[in-house]
């Protein structure tokens, strides 16, 4: 099984930035596409950004030009570069990661548990 531990998370005022850290750990063969997705208070889980496992990038409208994914793939992390942060930012992200646990097993998607971004001034 694979374990995902997300760090970074608290409050910050807006305009202000924060840096979301997630690493694997536990039977991990290969990990290929790892991501970042958020929950706000009465709405749906939404992508925020994602990375191939050869650095390709995508990322929500909402947050193009203002949040950088990237990662660490001897360390199996990825991480989530946050500026220019809003209130509507505000919400519980979670770091998600398609991986495989040995060569003869299927891939599966992994959730970490989830780290709170409250952006307020």
């Known amino acids: 099984q694979v374990q995902l531990v997300e760090s970074g998370g608290g409050l910050v005022q807006p305009g202000g930035s924060l840096r979301l850290s997630c690493a694997a750990s536990?039977?991990?063969?290969?990990?290929?596409?790892m991501g970042w997705y958020r929950q706000a208070p009465g709405k749906q889980r939404e992508l925020v950004a994602a990375?191939?496992?050869?650095?390709?990038?995508n990322y929500a409208d909402s947050v193009k030009g203002r949040f950088t994914i990237s990662r660490d793939n001897p360390k199996n992390t990825v991480y989530l570069q946050m500026n220019s942060l809003n209130p509507e930012d505000t919400a519980v992200y979670y770091c998600n990661a398609n991986a495989q646990v040995t060569y003869l097993s299927g891939t599966n998607y992994y959730w970490g548990q989830g780290t709170q971004v409250t952006v307020s001034s």
């Open positions: 990375i191939t496992s050869g650095g390709n990038t």
């Open positions: 536990g039977t991990i063969f290969s990990i290929y596409a």
